[in-house]
């Protein structure tokens, strides 16, 4: 348990130092991309999502760009300058992959940012916390299925890496601006969840519009077999929580961590190990 308070100048310095302090230096174009097979690269093309993907890197680095002048903390304003650099390392690491292997995807004007910058941050925030939390088991799923070749799932951990530093940065950067505006425990948790809300409205829109280009029929019938194969919604939901909780111990333990969504996976595999204890009751008492 964190031995600094939320919302103190200690944990403001902590946080944002330990955000830079693990910066990692790269260059997209140096990275050993691998190549691929013909059936690795029909693979690799038939996901529907590159173009949402792609879009979606470059409109978070912009906005946290747009985002960094208004922070009035030079600790803060320093880290969060920090992230907008990254963000837009993301997004050119996917240009780099979409021109490699010849990816459906490609540059789309960035649409207007709301005039309320801050509010536009934490959106993007907790989307992140949300994409990165399901990504980590949909990430292990892909891996495991021997989807692409483990040199190109090396790549992408870079990139998990740094979603992970920016999702523990984001929570502790939250809970030093509710705790320095008196938020208490139950308004923050709130609001949480209110953004929560907003963000997997979000990632449902970007799944819809990620199908409408081949209405999803090519990805389905020659992939998922690779990723449905033995799936269940249990294992995912354990995959997510276990991949949560490795990622995160990489972290120093002072630093705060997201507990929302891990603590809704404890609840529903607590809630289904229930069930599958009651299903052979209920089985006895049907006969």
Known sequence: MSLLEAG???????????FIDTHQVFDPEALPWP???????????????????????????????????????????????????????????????????????????????????????????????????????????????QFLPESMFEIFDVLMFEETRHI????????????????GRL????????FYGRALGRLLGMVRRGQQPND????????????????SFRGFVEDCYRENARRMHAFDPDLMQPRLLPGIADLALRGLGVWDKGRPFLRRRAI
């Open 8 to 18: 103190s100048d200690a944990h403001k310095e902590f946080f944002c130092r330990q």
């Open 35 to 145: 190549e691929l097979t013909e059936a690795e690269l029909e693979r690799l093309r038939a996901v529907p999502f590159w173009q949402e993907v792609y879009h979606t890197e470059r409109r978070a680095g912009a906005i946290v760009d747009a985002f960094t002048p208004q922070v009035t903390d030079p600790a803060v304003r320093e880290a969060v300058r920090l992230q907008g650099y990254e963000e837009a390392r993301h997004a050119d690491l996917i240009r780099v992959m979409i021109e490699r292997y010849g990816l459906d995807a490609h540059r789309q004007p960035i649409e207007a940012f709301p005039a309320d910058l801050e509010t536009a941050f934490i959106d993007f925030g907790f989307g992140e916390c949300l994409d990165a939390f399901l990504g980590f088991g949909a990430f292990k799923s892909a891996r495991q299925s």
């Open 168 to 183: 523990v940065f984001f929570i502790n950067y939250m809970a030093w601006r509710e705790r320095q505006r008196g938020l």
């Open 187 to 194: 308004r923050r948790e709130a609001k949480s969840l209110r």
């Open 216 to 231: 999803g029929r090519d990805f389905a019938v020659t992939q998922t077999n690779l990723f449905l194969d033995g799936f």
